[in-house]
């Protein structure tokens, strides 16, 4: 307990803390409609995207953030307008299309760097991130957008759900299936630029995808899966900073390892479950007659 409290006692840890916890709710709110929507790949690329707009930003002289924000938005727009459930094109045009931008923004990414001469350590924050040197200013604007990327994704929720469920229904039944899929795109590329400033811009796919995909391992009730892929991404944010608070290894490190543990237990436990199931002898009284 005295170590615990001890943890409350400095400054950069309650930053630390807050910021986490503010990330992990956004990034799991979201990315359990991008799993259950199966655009992880489209997460994937939004995430390596924020690592050239935070690059060309320094290049610029400006604000790593207005770089996140920026090439995520516009990425975001670029994917959602090759969007098959509006019925503009097909699954392997759009896989395409996300993987030529995932292509490109590493390439861009990486000449903003040497164009910039920066440092090793340079480099690696932008890939890796930094929960420790968070300070009081950041936490309030993580809070602000992330207040508004969940207010947005709280107004779209249920129409979203339906459309995610059974697009082509959702569209007979008059919702509009293509503005909803590019709002969300958008909602999710501003969850990412949050995200990638703390966690980096390679680090982010943890918390976006595996508590939500752990959350739908578990259950398929879209309430409790949501509450729960929040709950897991909180656990193990918490975990992993103090984890790295009491060892010399990196903050990313631990909250990908503990995603991953959860992940896997999930996965195992339920194979177990299915295959004692299928393996369980029949009864006399179940057979029919």
């Known amino acids: 307990m005295n170590s615990l409290r001890e943890l409350f006692g400095y400054p950069f840890m309650v930053n630390a803390l807050q910021a986490g916890t503010i990330v992990a709710v956004v990034s799991a709110s979201m990315g359990w409609f991008m799993v ?11 995430s390596i995207v924020g690592f050239p707009g935070a690059a060309g930003a320094i290049l610029l002289g400006i604000s790593p953030a207005f770089g996140y924000f920026g090439f995520c938005a516009v990425a975001a727009l670029l994917i959602g307008a090759a969007d098959p459930r509006a019925g503009t094109t097909t699954y392997r045009q759009e896989s395409a299309l996300i993987g030529t931008v995932q292509a490109m923004a590493l390439a861009s990414g990486f000449l903003f760097v040497s164009l910039y001469h920066g440092n090793l350590n340079g480099l690696t924050g932008l890939l890796f991130g930094s929960f420790l040197g968070i300070t009081r200013g950041q936490v309030l604007t993580l809070l602000a957008v992330g207040a508004g990327a969940l207010v947005g994704l709280a107004i779209i929720a249920r129409p979203l759900l339906f459309a995610s469920v059974d697009p082509e229904v959702a569209a007979a039944a008059g919702l509009p299936v293509r503005a909803l899929s590019l709002g969300f795109l958008l ?47 909180m656990v193990v944010t918490w975990a992993g900073l103090v984890a790295a608070y009491y060892t010399p290894y990196p903050t990313g490190a631990f909250i990908t390892t503990f995603s991953f543990a959860a992940y896997a237990l999930a996965r195992g436990t339920r194979w177990l479950a299915e295959r004692s199931r299928s393996t369980r002898p029949v009864i006399a009284s179940e057979v029919p007659g």
Not at 37 to 42: E, L, M, N
Not at 210 to 218: D, E, K, R, S, V
Not at 226 to 231: A, P, Q
């Open 187 to 233: 909602l999710l590329a501003v969850a990412v630029a949050e995200t990638a400033q703390i966690t980096g811009a390679l680090l982010v796919f943890a918390l976006l995808v595996l508590p939500p995909a752990t959350a739908q391992t578990i259950t398929g009730r879209p309430a409790f899966g949501l509450g729960l892929s929040v709950t897991l991404a």
């Open 36 to 46: 259950l929507r199966r655009q992880t790949f489209a997460g994937h690329t939004l």
